[in-house]
């Protein structure tokens, strides 16, 4: 028997990156069409308010100028999501600064200019809500004294599920209810310790290096009616485009066409914004009856796209002096924005990962998304996983501290293992090993022996080092129901040479779609690598294999590219005798003869789960996902007392997420990651005022470079996943969990001092030890049961 | 990009002396421009005031380094890496070295000038601390002649320099006398690359017996404009830095620093901390001529 090609994890290079490295990739500014016009959004300068009027300046001749109002829109003015609640273009009311109002288009892009300086909008300002705690007051001031002058949303009333200044709410048992309710009164009555923590984490910019655009086309039918639109651009979920097109123009599917083109960069940035966007250009080409293109520069994109969700997460824990979980509560609260937009989503992840991976002997979740008048938060790679986690971890620690146990010990206590049930009640049927884990990661970072060393180093140097880890789970694919309702179709097309291309909507944008799905298929139908194509993401050509987001894109559409591949292998062994074991000549010649007698070939596969899956909707309860990935990773840092900086100095990265399919991608996406959770942990602050982002630029929104990043020490287990490909899970958002909470320990452990709030920059240190007393900080042993964290976030103008 | 470019007039004249005649038939009309990377970032936000812009990148007369009479001569032009890569300043200047070490990016110190630096006039600017701490003179040039004044009077305030609408600054003179000093700086930055100042201090002295001379300090972000300390320097001249003494020392100094610091709140950080790390920097600087 020859051996089989072993492609899956081997590390062959991208499908595109030839392209890349050579300048040939063209990107959406790189597009022109004929005739294309230039767009530019008009966009409020206060945070919430009535419009009462817009001035059109006399010094530009306005009839060069394609204008669109909301009046314009064809079919309803939403951008639709989840709820129908974000207006496409502002009518006559504000709810966040940087919100579109109007849209404008020309012939030349530097004529925008000008006609943006020229176009004056009066507000009659409301007052604004811009925190959780504002939004919250807001709420607690309708109740107790009728005042609804800040409730902001909904807008117009409506009737949404969360109430009065909240989208979304959930409430989580880790049991039955009441049942749990009982065993939490007991537990918290017997407790040796009942510990409290809260933890907040900031906005965060995905900083995809291309910035959002688009370019659309709009069509007529001879009587001066529009047929069809179509945009292509940057993004990551064609298929959104499409719906949110169809409302938008009242046009069914298949007359609402979206191609991707090559994209720069997304981290979830990419996965609702574009469906605002792509709606405006194409809005601008139905009025104009031009092609336009809109590109937003980086500040119009940093200060006017969505960010990922600020968070407050509160825990209330019954332990045993042992260090055993008895009992907890846990809330955790986002602030959404000015819209709903993907925030109970959003919020659902947060909230089942709220858990961490441990034993909860009863537990109680509760949840919810505020509104404020932000721009709307939004995706960004782990999904709300990386605020709760930030809670859990910081927490543990914190238990460990009040118990004068390590955090090793306590976690070592309390970990999930194989054959346990999670929070939700999924039993854990696949291998989990969090103990060896825990060993393992600790050793590879020589934790045991730097707590003793720094311990003592730490005494006379201002320099204080420390280490810290934390140990977590990310659930791939949609959460509980979702991926049966995506219902996610894959294709895979034989063309006229006899060799194979797969058609799906899952999009490369960096990351290494492309090239996984081309392996998957190389792998299972034995052919080599380069022979493997992919169809252009354009929906009218691809099914809708899903979106490309929660880290689904390598389980459940690889394994559906494994199911079509396997499917046409049968396919061709049947109909045309391909024989086992087929050498290359033999699969194109099969497949010749097949399209020969039929015409074409295709192989279809349609999302089913490998083992059955069990979610309760309604209760929150039941198989969350169809698999974990699990991880540990340990933190070191330095804290300059001088200057009051904190650096990681080494990170450690231990992961088990199945099979590793591309060694050197699936590296890449640890460091990437990694480095993207030290900047939310220690650089990356959104300075808002009233609601704008004022440092919307990189010299002031402070991401790390090279220069600020350590050596980031990645290392696999793999366990096998029956829901993957030859065993594959999902990796592209756990790596933004660990690193937050990680650095945060490693920083207590280094100068006593435990902060709760991210991002933590040198002047949050420096107000914190300054008020502690102590010049230079110091071991000091606070009473770690008393939250001591200033939080001091403001910043004078 | 924030700007029309076809509303800007960008000229490069073949001479210095072409610039200069050119800067003095209509004054303030026209601006020079070095390496663009100030003006560039300026363009693209849409706040460069100047449309009419007077290309010196490529004159030669204003990009040279050479050591004469005892001092060492810098051209405005010269560049970042220029700096870098001189072996006469390696040998004389550290400070300098060290500070263009630390703008920017590569790119940026392949096109960046110290002329740019200066001119541009930032509070928050890389090289003027070193500069102010080695005591440094500028030569402006006109069409109607030169003139050389001390570099600590050149900037009148924020973003203010003497330089009148017809002058360029030509040159920067520093004169080598620190062979026995001992020599400090450090930036403390956002981050450790493509970083903008939160506080910089340069400091340069001489320690005889235990004893502080001639001590210069040079500081970013201090006040509206870099800065030499000199109030500082007053009380640590002839200070002792005997261990019975050095505690005493160094709290005079940290007062006599808070003195003159007038730090803001702004995007990047805020006045106290600026005050605080500043008299961390000083502390870390006695420290370490004492130890
Ligand atoms: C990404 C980035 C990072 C940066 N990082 C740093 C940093 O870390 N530290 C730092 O200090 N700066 C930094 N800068 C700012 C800038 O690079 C420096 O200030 C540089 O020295 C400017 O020099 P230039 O030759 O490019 O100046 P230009 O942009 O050409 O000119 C700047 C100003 O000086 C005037 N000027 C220039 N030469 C003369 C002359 N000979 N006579 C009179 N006027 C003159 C110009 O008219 C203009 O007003 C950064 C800039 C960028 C874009």
């Not at chain 1, 049930?421 to 020589?446: C, F, I, S």
Request: one cysteine or more; glycine letters at 8%.
């Amino acid at each position: 028997m020859p051996q089989r090609n072993a492609i899956l994890g081997a590390s062959p290079i991208r499908k595109e990156g030839r392209a890349k490295v050579l300048g040939a990739a063209q990107y959406t500014d790189d597009l022109a069409l004929p005739d294309m016009w230039h767009g530019a959004t008009v966009r409020s300068t206060v945070a919430r308010g009535y419009i009462r009027n817009i001035t059109f300046a006399h010094e530009v001749n306005w009839d060069e100028f394609c204008i669109v109002r909301a009046s314009d829109i064809p079919g309803k003015n939403v951008i639709v999501h989840l709820m129908q609640d974000h207006p496409c273009l502002a009518n006559g009311y504000v709810n966040h600064p940087d919100e579109p109002i109007l849209l404008i288009a020309h012939p030349e892009k530097a004529a925008l200019l000008r006609a943006l300086k020229n176009i004056h909008i009066d507000y009659d300002e409301l007052p604004g809500v811009f925190t959780i705690e504002e939004s919250e007051a807001a709420v607690k001031a309708l109740v107790e004294k009728n005042d609804d002058s800040r409730i902001i949303w909904p807008t117009p009333k409506a009737d949404y599920e969360g109430g009065p200044n909240c989208f979304k709410t959930y409430e989580m048992y880790s049991g039955d209810a009441e049942k749990t309710e009982t065993g939490l009164e007991a537990a918290f009555e017997t407790a040796d310790f009942i510990v409290e923590g809260e933890y907040a984490t900031g906005a965060q910019e995905q900083l995809y290096i291309e910035n959002n655009g688009v370019i659309a086309e709009c069509f007529y039918t001879q009587q001066g009616e529009v047929e069809s639109v179509c945009v292509r651009g940057s993004m990551q979920c064609p298929f959104y485009l499409v719906h949110a097109l169809t409302l938008v123009f009242g046009l069914p599917d298949d007359k609402c066409r979206v191609i991707q083109v090559e994209t720069g960069g997304a981290f979830g940035g990419k996965e609702d914004f574009p469906s605002v966007i792509g709606s405006h250009a194409a809005l601008l080409a139905m009025k104009s009856k031009h092609p336009v293109k809109i590109i937003y520069d980086r500040a119009e994109d940093m200060a006017g796209t969505t960010k990922r969700h600020p968070s407050r997460t509160r825990h209330r824990t019954a332990v045993r002096k042992d260090g055993t979980l008895l009992g907890g509560t846990i809330e955790v609260t986002l602030d959404g924005g000015a819209y709903a937009t993907l925030s109970s989503t959003v919020l659902s992840r947060a909230t089942i990962h709220a858990s961490g991976p441990y034993k909860w002997p009863h537990l109680r979740v509760r949840s919810k998304a505020m509104a404020t008048n932000l721009p709307p938060h939004g995706a960004f790679r782990g999904f709300g996983a990386p605020q709760s986690l930030f809670g859990v971890e910081r927490h543990m620690d914190r238990i460990a501290h009040t118990l004068g146990l390590t955090p090793e010990e306590v976690r070592r206590k309390n970990f999930l293992g194989t054959g346990d049930t999670t929070a939700t009640g999924q039993p854990l049927v696949d291998k989990v090993d969090m103990q060896h884990m825990l060993t393992r990661a600790l050793n590879e970072a020589g934790y045991h022996e730097k707590v003793a060393r720094f311990a003592e180093e730490n005494k006379h140097s201002l320099i204080k080092r420390g280490v810290g880890f934390a140990a977590f789970m990310h659930g791939t694919g949609f959460t509980g129901s979702g991926e049966r309702r995506l219902n996610s179709l894959v294709y895979l097309d034989v063309l006229e040479d006899g060799l194979p291309q797969i058609l799906v909507s899952s999009t490369e944008f960096g990351q290494g779609t492309n090239t996984i799905l081309s392996q998957v298929a190389a792998q299972t139908l034995n052919l080599p690598y380069e022979d493997i194509r992919l169809a252009q993401p354009d929906t009218s050509v691809v099914p809708n294999s899903g979106p490309t987001v929660a880290s689904r894109t390598a389980m459940i559409v690889g394994k559906l590219v494994e199911r079509a591949s396997l499917q046409m292998l049968e396919t061709l062994r049947l109909q045309v005798h391909l024989p086992a074991d087929h050498t290359r000549e033999e699969f194109i010649a099969a497949a010749k003869a097949y399209r020969a007698q039929y015409g074409t070939l295709r192989a279809s596969a349609r999302y089913e789960p490998p083992a059955p899956i069990f979610w309760d909707d309604e209760k929150y309860r039941g198989d969350a996902y169809p698999g974990y990935a699990w991880a540990v990773y340990v933190a070191e840092v330095a804290v300059d007392m001088r200057t009051y900086m904190a650096t990681c100095t080494r990170f450690d990265a231990l992961q088990e997420v199945g099979k590793v399919m591309h060694p050197v991608l699936a590296k890449g996406q640890v460091e990437g990651g990694v480095a993207q959770g030290i900047g939310y942990a220690l650089y990356e602050k959104c300075v808002w005022k009233d609601g704008h982002l004022a440092n919307n630029q990189m010299t002031n929104y402070i991401m790390p470079t090279s220069a600020d990043l350590p050596p980031i020490h990645v290392h696999f287990e793999e366990v096998p996943s029956i829901h993957g490909p030859m065993g594959a899970k999902g990796i592209g958002e756990l790596p933004m969990d660990g690193p937050a909470p990680a650095i945060m320990n490693a920083i207590e452990n280094a100068t006593g001092i435990s902060f709760c709030t991210i991002p933590l920059l040198p002047e949050d240190i420096f107000e914190r030890v300054q008020s502690l007393g102590h010049p230079h900080g110091g071991t000091e042993d606070l009473d770690p049961s008393v939250d001591r964290d200033t939080r001091v976030e403001e910043v004078s103008a | 990009m924030h700007s029309d470019v076809t509303q800007f007039d960008l000229a490069a004249p073949p001479s210095l002396q072409a610039v200069l005649k050119q800067l003095a038939a209509e004054p303030g009309k026209h601006a020079p421009i070095a390496g663009g990377t100030e003006m560039m970032v300026a363009l693209g936000a849409g706040r460069l005031q100047q449309r009419s812009l007077l290309s010196i990148q490529h004159l030669r007369e204003l990009r040279f380094i050479r050591v004469e009479d005892r001092l060492l001569h810098i051209g405005s032009g010269t560049t970042f890496t220029d700096i870098r890569r001189s072996a006469e300043i390696a040998k004389h200047l550290p400070l300098l070295v060290q500070s263009a070490s630390w703008t920017g990016s590569v790119a940026n110190q392949n096109r960046g000038t110290i002329g740019g630096n200066i001119c541009n006039a930032s509070p928050a600017a890389d090289t003027p601390p070193a500069l102010l701490a080695y005591g440094a003179t500028v030569t402006l040039v006109s069409a109607s002649g030169e003139r050389t004044m001390r570099y600590v009077d050149f900037h009148l305030g924020y973003k203010k320099t003497a330089l009148r609408p017809d002058e360029l600054l030509h040159s920067i003179h520093v004169p080598l006398v620190f062979g026995d000093h001992r020599q400090y700086i450090r930036k403390v930055g956002t981050r450790n690359a493509q970083a903008i100042s939160k506080i910089a201090l340069a400091a340069v002295a001489k320690v005889e017996e235990q004893r502080l001379a001639d001590v210069r300090l040079g500081a970013a972000s201090l006040t509206d404009r870099p800065v030499r300390c000199s109030a500082t320097e007053a009380v640590l001249s002839g200070a002792s830095l005997a261990s019975d003494a050095l505690e005493e020392t160094i709290r005079l100094a940290r007062a006599a620093l808070a003195g003159e610091t007038h730090a803001i709140d702004d995007i990047r950080s805020t006045a106290r901390y600026r005050g605080a790390v500043a008299g961390n920097l000083l502390e870390e600087f006695l420290r370490s001529l004492a130890g």
